[in-house]
């Protein structure tokens, strides 16, 4: 019976979606009021019943309700209880639930955030998410419906969430990655009522800002969590292997990264205005892409959900309809946007431009590599190839070469017209510091001539010390330093972290797959094994159960010099229930370097094999990601997005006076 | 149409759509390879086993075999390993290894310390061979009848339930369709 309660809520949130999507709609065109003021109301029973179906999946697992058949696929009796409620989002149906209560949420915070807004741009905005919303939820109920009940025979016990996503992770990756994911639907609808209201300008730009971050941001947290869990659960010691699958948020990510300083040109001059716009609608494309790459079986991979030709057809008839039709609109309303003002040929909104024409290049390679085992395939009549990492980082790497020399330069300089001669003057020293400092340390540190680390340090350096530099000039005519640094804008410093954050993962990346050791063993207790400065001892294996698996843990004894280190533990696990095998790795993470060993199988003589890796630098990848994020949500605090909404909202206010809920508020 | 450049997001995004409705009809799992019921294609490939020795398809079983698809790099492969291990054990199938886009010491040490479940190691370092079978990457099982003829493909990881409900009928199929 509750199950059925979750499936009316669903359809519920899909009628009240329709409703939604076209009656503020209706009303912002013919400017009828009360139509538009319905768009607030109907968006929070959208989320209401969206939360309300989520929550009877939820309770479904809890109480393994076994007769629906989602639950039945993907937990079981004895699988803890944090793993029974996260398990929502372990297969198709449940995570598109949950992605569609993501979007409701989202929702739910324009409609909070947005009391600034004139109420036909809340209208119209709302609206389109409605119209998103409405593609998600009958996707769901046609296709992929997560109530879906084995009756009359239900099973006795479940098959068990899939092994390998019963880790901590599991618990934070897909909800962070779906929030990032789900939250450019909000530049997207941002982008399409600008197109349809013919208005964009600085005050579009700057409500604009904060969601493109906060999304964008966000996105940034699951890509470097997806990364992560995939370097400690997979055990191949990789941190990324450009799955067809892992691609699609990166491009997202990358064009997201693009539209963020295209904004930036937007709001402040006036500039790429229909660019803006284009990204906006590229990064949602994108977003939806990787849905139907995931969900459609269209490419085969490790994260593939269960395939499904229907589903790939519904996704891509929805693709055409958004993506389409946004683009149709975007060619018809674009000439309308024209830039205010022009500018130098040397100037930031030119670097802006290069750094535009970098990400966006850089998306379209990633696109086309993992696309192009579909197309090939489509045009040769069903043969097969695969695209592999050496093409991704033959294109990839260069480009983000050129990206981090830009990333110097563009913030040093200024809008509408830069002069050669300050540039100089601000970056000369910079660019001798940072060759003889990335030259000499390397030599010196490793006495040879090591060319990728060379190139690794010395791009770094001249990032962080143009940054520095910058800094310095800026507070030169502040009394004091610590005064001066307080007077730098909160986006100042989301803009100068997650820069540095940026070229510390870029750092880490370069140099962990230069310095990365490995060694695979086979090893009997009490035998050793020497990678790098470190000797492994091998102590033999012990049995141990965990509430759902049984597992081998071997001991490993760890030494440097000599000297005892430290213990390692991995474990190869058999998942009871499912019969699957898993290896859970023994790691010690420190800030240069990651020690990491996975245990293989038992062989004859009661050996057991064994691979150990030493990886320096590897964290900074990750650690590098938090500041990027950091920066990003800090930029969304930045106080003149307040103070706008003020004034803003007193305009609003002056303008319709009785008419509008926007005025009411702040 | 003075603004024609700004149709062609619309127009790059509709070929791309062409593709994809083409796409989800080609389905990589399940589609034949357009190789069944084709002789295995000719190679002259070196072995981890015999040396400098260029093996052909003439050094291939002359009953049904599996050919495996795989590499060290393949985290897939290390998982389908025990389920060949066991028909090795048990002596269902003879089991040729076709070590795809690998370095030899990697594959050598990778099949001692997993366990070595193939009859034989073919070699194909550089993905040739590999493009005439049209691997789409590894692990990709291929089934081989008495004939040299390929008869089944799967691509992806095998698990017992793959293996039991589609390569041993599979297996069956072919010794019995040798018999007749």
Request: one cysteine or more; proline letters at 5%.
């Given at each position: 019976m509750i199950p059925e309660l979750g499936n009316f809520a669903l359809i519920l949130a899909f009628c009240l979606s329709v409703l939604l999507g076209f009656i503020p709609m209706i009303g912002a065109a013919r400017n009828n009021v009360l139509w538009m003021s319905l768009a607030r109301p109907l968006t929070v029973g959208v989320f209401v019943f969206l939360s309300i179906s989520l929550f009877v999946l939820g309770y479904s697992f809890v109480a393994d309700d076994f007769s629906v058949q989602f639950v039945a696929s993907h937990?079981?009796?004895?699988?803890?209880i944090y793993y029974k409620i996260t398990?929502?989002?372990?297969?198709h149906e449940g995570s598109f639930l949950f992605w569609t209560w993501m979007l409701g949420g989202w929702m739910l915070a324009v409609c909070i955030f947005s009391?600034?807004?004139p109420d036909e741009f809340v209208a119209r905005v709302l609206a389109i998410m409605g119209l998103i919303c409405v593609g998600y939820t009958l996707f769901m109920l046609a296709?992929?419906?997560?109530?879906?009940r084995v009756l009359p025979f239900p099973p006795a016990d479940g098959a068990d969430l899939n092994a390998a996503l019963q880790d901590f992770a599991f618990i934070i990756h897909p909800p962070s990655l779906y929030m990032g994911y789900v939250g450019f639907s909000v530049v997207f609808a941002f982008a399409i009522a600008a197109l349809i209201s013919g208005r964009l300008d600085a005050a579009w730009a700057r409500w604009c800002r904060p969601w493109a971050n906060a999304a964008w941001a966000i996105l940034t947290l699951g890509l470097s969590l997806g990364s992560w869990w995939a370097y400690y659960e997979?055990?191949?010691?990789?941190?990324?292997?450009?799955?067809p699958v892992e691609n699609p948020p990166l491009i997202t990510w990358l064009l997201g990264a693009a539209m963020i300083h295209s904004l930036a040109a937007t709001e402040?001059?006036?500039?790429f205005k229909s660019w803006t716009v284009l990204l906006a609608i590229m990064a949602f494309a994108s977003s939806l892409l990787g849905t139907f790459i995931t969900r459609s079986g269209l490419l085969t991979s490790v994260h593939a959900f269960a395939t499904d030709p229907t589903r790939g057809v519904y996704i891509l008839g929805f693709l055409a309809l958004i993506i389409g039709g946004s683009l149709i609109l975007y060619a018809v309303r674009?000439?309308?946007?024209?830039?205010?003002f022009g500018f130098g040929s040397f100037s930031r909104e030119v670097f802006l431009l290069a750094n535009n024409l970098i990400l966006v290049v850089a998306s379209a390679a990633i696109l086309l590599g993992t696309l192009y085992p579909m197309v090939y395939q489509a045009m040769s009549g069903g043969d097969l190839i695969s695209v592999g990492p050496p093409f991704f980082n033959t294109i990839f790497v260069p480009l983000m070469g050129i990206l981090v020399v830009l990333m110097a330069i563009g913030p040093i300089s200024r809008w509408k017209r830069t002069s050669f001669a300050h540039l100089r003057a601000q970056l000369g020293k910079v660019a001798i510091a940072a060759v003889s400092l990335g030259v000499v340390i390397p030599v010196l540190l490793t006495?040879?001539?090591?060319f990728g680390t060379i190139g690794t340090a010395v791009l770094a350096l001249w990032v962080i010390f143009s940054m520095a530099s910058d800094i310095k000039t800026k507070i030169a005519?502040?009394?004091?330093v610590v005064s001066g640094l307080r007077s730098l804008p909160v986006s100042y410093w989301g803009m100068t972290l997650a820069h540095f954050g940026f070229v510390m993962t870029m750092a880490g990346a370069c140099l962990t797959s230069i310095y990365s050791i490995e060694r695979s063993v086979l090893l009997q207790a009490g035998q050793s094994a020497e990678l790098g400065r470190y000797t492994f001892r091998f102590e033999g294996t012990r049995y141990v159960e965990g509430p759902n698996f049984i597992a081998d843990e071997a001991t490993i004894v760890v030494s440097r010099g000599g000297e005892f280190y430290k213990n390692l533990y991995p474990q190869k696990r058999?998942?009871?229930?499912?019969g699957t095998p898993t290896s859970q790795m023994g790691i010690d993470g420190r800030f240069l370097r990651d020690l990491f060993t996975t245990l293989g199988d038992q062989r004859e003589n009661g050996a057991w094999s064994m691979t150990v890796y030493v990886k320096p630098f590897v964290r900074w990848i990750w650690i590098g990601t938090i500041f990027i994020a950091f920066g990003g949500i800090l930029a969304v605090t930045d106080k003149r997005y307040r103070q706008f909404k003020v004034k803003q909202s007193e305009k609003v206010a002056r303008d319709n006076p009785g008419t509008t809920l926007a005025g009411e508020i702040v | 149409m003075k603004n024609f450049k700004l149709y062609i997001p619309v127009a790059v995004f509709a070929v791309l759509a062409v593709f994809m409705w083409q796409g989800l009809f080609l389905d990589t799992r399940t589609l034949?390879?357009?190789?069944?019921?084709?002789?295995?294609p000719e190679f002259e490939l070196r072995s981890l086993e015999m040396g400098d020795r260029l093996l052909t398809?003439?050094?291939?079983?002359?009953e049904p075999f599996i050919l495996n698809i795989w590499g060290s790099y393949c985290l897939p492969c290390l998982q389908e390993n025990p389920i060949f291990m066991s028909a090795k054990e048990r002596g269902i199938i003879p089991i040729i290894g076709?070590?795809?886009?690998?370095r030899d010491d990697a594959a050598r040490n990778w099949l001692d310390i997993n366990g070595n479940p193939f009859d034989l190691n073919i070699i194909d370092d550089n993905g040739r061979y590999g493009i005439d079978l049209g691997?789409?990457?590894?692990?990709e099982t291929f089934l081989v009848d008495a004939n040299g003829v390929i008869r089944f493909k799967h691509i992806g990881v095998i698990n017992y339930r793959i293996w039991e409900d589609e390569i041993m009928p599979a297996i069956a199929a072919i010794r019995a369709g040798g018999n007749s």
């Amino acid at each position: 019976m509750i199950p059925e309660l979750g499936n009316f809520a669903l359809i519920l949130a899909f009628c009240l979606s329709v409703l939604l999507g076209f009656i503020p709609m209706i009303g912002a065109a013919r400017n009828n009021v009360l139509w538009m003021s319905l768009a607030r109301p109907l968006t929070v029973g959208v989320f209401v019943f969206l939360s309300i179906s989520l929550f009877v999946l939820g309770y479904s697992f809890v109480a393994d309700d076994f007769s629906v058949q989602f639950v039945a696929s993907h937990s079981n009796t004895m699988l803890p209880i944090y793993y029974k409620i996260t398990a929502v989002w372990g297969g198709h149906e449940g995570s598109f639930l949950f992605w569609t209560w993501m979007l409701g949420g989202w929702m739910l915070a324009v409609c909070i955030f947005s009391k600034a807004m004139p109420d036909e741009f809340v209208a119209r905005v709302l609206a389109i998410m409605g119209l998103i919303c409405v593609g998600y939820t009958l996707f769901m109920l046609a296709t992929s419906n997560p109530f879906d009940r084995v009756l009359p025979f239900p099973p006795a016990d479940g098959a068990d969430l899939n092994a390998a996503l019963q880790d901590f992770a599991f618990i934070i990756h897909p909800p962070s990655l779906y929030m990032g994911y789900v939250g450019f639907s909000v530049v997207f609808a941002f982008a399409i009522a600008a197109l349809i209201s013919g208005r964009l300008d600085a005050a579009w730009a700057r409500w604009c800002r904060p969601w493109a971050n906060a999304a964008w941001a966000i996105l940034t947290l699951g890509l470097s969590l997806g990364s992560w869990w995939a370097y400690y659960e997979l055990g191949w010691g990789g941190w990324w292997a450009w799955d067809p699958v892992e691609n699609p948020p990166l491009i997202t990510w990358l064009l997201g990264a693009a539209m963020i300083h295209s904004l930036a040109a937007t709001e402040k001059r006036g500039v790429f205005k229909s660019w803006t716009v284009l990204l906006a609608i590229m990064a949602f494309a994108s977003s939806l892409l990787g849905t139907f790459i995931t969900r459609s079986g269209l490419l085969t991979s490790v994260h593939a959900f269960a395939t499904d030709p229907t589903r790939g057809v519904y996704i891509l008839g929805f693709l055409a309809l958004i993506i389409g039709g946004s683009l149709i609109l975007y060619a018809v309303r674009a000439p309308q946007l024209k830039s205010e003002f022009g500018f130098g040929s040397f100037s930031r909104e030119v670097f802006l431009l290069a750094n535009n024409l970098i990400l966006v290049v850089a998306s379209a390679a990633i696109l086309l590599g993992t696309l192009y085992p579909m197309v090939y395939q489509a045009m040769s009549g069903g043969d097969l190839i695969s695209v592999g990492p050496p093409f991704f980082n033959t294109i990839f790497v260069p480009l983000m070469g050129i990206l981090v020399v830009l990333m110097a330069i563009g913030p040093i300089s200024r809008w509408k017209r830069t002069s050669f001669a300050h540039l100089r003057a601000q970056l000369g020293k910079v660019a001798i510091a940072a060759v003889s400092l990335g030259v000499v340390i390397p030599v010196l540190l490793t006495m040879d001539v090591p060319f990728g680390t060379i190139g690794t340090a010395v791009l770094a350096l001249w990032v962080i010390f143009s940054m520095a530099s910058d800094i310095k000039t800026k507070i030169a005519n502040k009394s004091s330093v610590v005064s001066g640094l307080r007077s730098l804008p909160v986006s100042y410093w989301g803009m100068t972290l997650a820069h540095f954050g940026f070229v510390m993962t870029m750092a880490g990346a370069c140099l962990t797959s230069i310095y990365s050791i490995e060694r695979s063993v086979l090893l009997q207790a009490g035998q050793s094994a020497e990678l790098g400065r470190y000797t492994f001892r091998f102590e033999g294996t012990r049995y141990v159960e965990g509430p759902n698996f049984i597992a081998d843990e071997a001991t490993i004894v760890v030494s440097r010099g000599g000297e005892f280190y430290k213990n390692l533990y991995p474990q190869k696990r058999l998942y009871v229930a499912s019969g699957t095998p898993t290896s859970q790795m023994g790691i010690d993470g420190r800030f240069l370097r990651d020690l990491f060993t996975t245990l293989g199988d038992q062989r004859e003589n009661g050996a057991w094999s064994m691979t150990v890796y030493v990886k320096p630098f590897v964290r900074w990848i990750w650690i590098g990601t938090i500041f990027i994020a950091f920066g990003g949500i800090l930029a969304v605090t930045d106080k003149r997005y307040r103070q706008f909404k003020v004034k803003q909202s007193e305009k609003v206010a002056r303008d319709n006076p009785g008419t509008t809920l926007a005025g009411e508020i702040v | 149409m003075k603004n024609f450049k700004l149709y062609i997001p619309v127009a790059v995004f509709a070929v791309l759509a062409v593709f994809m409705w083409q796409g989800l009809f080609l389905d990589t799992r399940t589609l034949p390879s357009v190789l069944i019921d084709r002789p295995l294609p000719e190679f002259e490939l070196r072995s981890l086993e015999m040396g400098d020795r260029l093996l052909t398809t003439a050094d291939l079983p002359d009953e049904p075999f599996i050919l495996n698809i795989w590499g060290s790099y393949c985290l897939p492969c290390l998982q389908e390993n025990p389920i060949f291990m066991s028909a090795k054990e048990r002596g269902i199938i003879p089991i040729i290894g076709l070590n795809y886009k690998d370095r030899d010491d990697a594959a050598r040490n990778w099949l001692d310390i997993n366990g070595n479940p193939f009859d034989l190691n073919i070699i194909d370092d550089n993905g040739r061979y590999g493009i005439d079978l049209g691997v789409y990457g590894a692990p990709e099982t291929f089934l081989v009848d008495a004939n040299g003829v390929i008869r089944f493909k799967h691509i992806g990881v095998i698990n017992y339930r793959i293996w039991e409900d589609e390569i041993m009928p599979a297996i069956a199929a072919i010794r019995a369709g040798g018999n007749s």
